[in-house]
């Protein structure tokens, strides 16, 4: 199943809303998860499920979607989410992730 | 608190076996609630999963590397192992380990080793 996010990059300023979008080549009910990734730094578990927040992430990120699109939200960005982030589909193996989504500080 | 360790050599020589061992603390591996993985990265690129294992031993793999990968867990120890036959220089790249929930996603990962693949 390939992933495919749009845009790859995404410059914007803080306090802005962004959403990253990623559409995937067959469906996959809600098995999606998104991740943020900053520079030397492991990927770290934002969303699972397509929309449920994981523990300890701020509630400015949301997800939506089912099937073969999905989004993730940040409503007010902050300087500390300027990063890249990814999307994994865990339906079936092998568990894909999209290219990534470069977001940058406009 | 979880966490996972990636150990190895940080430079492997071309056409030789690629081995990394992810050691997991703070809890164990032999839960029923998760599968241990291996993702890597390339310098620049982005993420790619390798494969994952259940602590009976159960295994999955990225078709794209199954001929040349093979993930092994060591319940005694708390440590799953990969290795990667047949190196080239398209496999440097920063190895992750990572636990896989069954309910959610890769929840927990170690902090990555660069390995680089050069004579």
């Known amino acids: 199943i390939q992933l495919t996010q749009s845009p790859s990059f995404l410059s914007a300023s803080v306090g802005d809303r962004v959403t990253i979008t990623c559409r995937a080549s067959q469906g996959i009910s809600s098995y999606l998860a998104w991740y943020q990734q900053k520079p030397g730094k492991a990927p770290k578990l934002l969303i699972y499920?397509?929309?449920t927040l994981q523990s300890g992430v701020p509630s400015r990120f949301s997800g939506s979607g089912s099937g073969t699109e999905f989004t993730l939200t940040i409503s007010s960005l902050q300087p500390e989410d300027f990063a890249t982030y990814y999307c994994?589909?865990?339906?079936?193996?092998?568990?894909?992730f999209g290219q990534g989504t470069k977001l940058e500080i406009k | 608190q979880l966490q996972l360790q990636e150990s190895g050599p940080g430079l492997v020589k071309p056409s030789e076996t690629l081995s990394l061992t992810c050691t997991v603390s703070?809890?164990?591996?032999?839960?029923?609630?998760?599968?241990w993985g291996w993702i890597r990265q390339p310098p620049g690129k982005g993420l790619e999963w390798i494969g994952s294992i259940y602590y009976s031993g159960s295994t999955y793999y990225n078709p794209s590397l199954k001929s040349r990968v093979t993930i092994s867990v060591d319940t005694s120890k708390n440590q799953f192992s990969l290795k990667l036959s047949s190196v080239t220089a398209a496999d440097t790249a920063v190895y992750y380990c990572?636990?896989?929930?069954?309910?959610?996603?890769?929840?927990?990962w170690g902090q990555g080793t660069l390995v680089t693949v050069s004579s």
């Open positions: 990572a636990r896989v929930s069954v309910d959610t996603a890769m929840d927990y």
């Open positions: 499920a397509a929309s």
């Open positions: 703070g809890g164990s591996i032999s839960s029923s609630s998760y599968y």
């Open positions: 994994q589909q865990l339906n079936s193996y092998p568990c894909s």
